[in-house]
């Protein structure tokens, strides 16, 4: 299986040496990340087999959210954690999509818009659930931050996973919607959410609304509201956005006679896995698009779902009659020799390796602060 690591190392000084400005310090902290991912750099332990007497050598993963190697065990363990904090009732998986010229301006300056775009998407649900007609109370829900599309180019959105219900007189009281079947109207939300960001910016960074047209019917927001059934196949849906890159190693489906990387993915209009030839730093350039600044929380928790509200949880709980939440515990790793599959021992540790950055190349470009 190709690895992106081999790919930076054999192309990253290229990338480096074309680029026409600063490249920002996280994307460089992502390339020294994922180039020393299981490697001696990174230190590991040695595991002895009995059977075979032989001695094995493992090397820690560097566990970055955006190393396409790393993340399939915080995955699962967060997948189990939400599934066993799910209700008994219909969920609604609601999808808000940033309208086409906000995109660049959000992939421009990540720290200030993303934050702000979780606000106000949060702050416009909770301002529609609160209407009599639709919820009338306060809403619990999940947001994830999804920043790229199959092909891996730069799609901003947010997935909201909503329960049907919602919490009235200080978390006292639980409320339904009138409609099971029927959560609130989309064109409704998205108005709503394009007055309060467009607000937002305005008034906290006045500087960067200049640079957009906010009159133009372009700037309509999307948004879609489906059914999610009890919620759990959302939830591993989204689970894979939580911990993981914006693509995995396993799409990577080797080169061509051309020397172009080959891209899997699946193609949404007829859902057939189909290959995408790019050249090495066009595939680089994809995905430092989602390499997110460090300290950015891409999945938050809002209403009674917050940590906040561990109370009021525990109080819907009871009103539904259930007990409390028991996570399921996935079973522990067991490594195995790998020549025999005999138990292995641990009878080492390995340091971390030291030396210069193996993402530093010799360029008249320095990692930005």
Not at 151 to 174: D, E, K
Request: proline share 8%; glycine share 8%; hydrophobic share 40%.
């Amino acid at each position: 299986m190709l690895r992106f690591a081999e790919i930076l190392r054999a192309h990253w000084p290229s990338y480096v040496a074309r680029a026409t400005g600063p490249i920002p310090a996280r994307h460089w902290r992502a390339v020294e990340a994922v180039l020393s991912c299981r490697t001696s750099r990174r230190g590991g332990h040695v595991q002895h087999c009995a059977r075979c007497r032989r001695d094995h050598y493992f090397f820690h993963s560097c566990n970055h959210r955006s190393c396409p190697g790393c993340g399939g065990r915080g995955q699962a363990e967060w997948a189990a954690q939400q599934e066993a904090r799910l209700l008994p009732v219909p969920y609604y998986l609601i999808t808000v999509t940033v309208p086409d010229p906000l995109r660049q301006l959000l992939g421009s300056y990540p720290r200030e818009l993303y934050p702000l775009f979780f606000a106000e998407s949060a702050a416009a649900l909770k301002e529609l659930c609160a209407n009599p007609r639709y919820l009338g109370g306060e809403p619990g829900f999940i947001a994830v931050l999804h920043t790229w599309t199959r092909r891996m180019l730069h799609h901003p959105h947010l997935h909201l996973l909503v329960p049907a219900l919602g919490t009235n007189n200080g978390g006292c009281m639980i409320v339904h919607p009138r409609q099971e079947e029927y959560l609130l109207p989309e064109r409704a939300l998205a108005r709503r959410l394009r007055a309060r960001f467009e607000a937002r910016l305005k008034s906290d960074y006045p500087e960067l609304a200049q640079r957009l047209d906010l009159s133009r019917g372009s700037q309509d927001w999307v948004v879609q509201c489906k059914a999610a059934g009890r919620g759990r196949s959302a939830l591993r849906y989204l689970a894979a956005y939580v911990k993981k890159s914006a693509f995995s190693e396993g799409r990577l489906a080797g080169y061509d006679q051309a020397g172009r990387v080959l891209l899997r993915y699946k193609d949404s209009s007829d859902s057939q896995w189909k290959l995408e030839p790019l050249e090495p730093l066009e595939l680089i350039r994809r995905w430092l698009l989602h390499v997110l600044p460090r300290g950015l929380v891409r999945v938050r928790h809002y209403g009674w779902l917050s940590p906040a509200a561990r109370t009021t949880f525990r109080r819907i709980r009871f009103l539904l009659g259930l007990g409390a939440v028991r996570v399921r515990k996935l079973p522990a790793l067991a490594l195995v020799c790998p020549s025999c599959q005999g138990p292995l021992r641990l009878v080492g540790r390995i340091a971390p390796g030291r030396g210069p950055p193996l993402s530093s190349v010799v360029s008249r470009h320095a990692p930005a602060a």
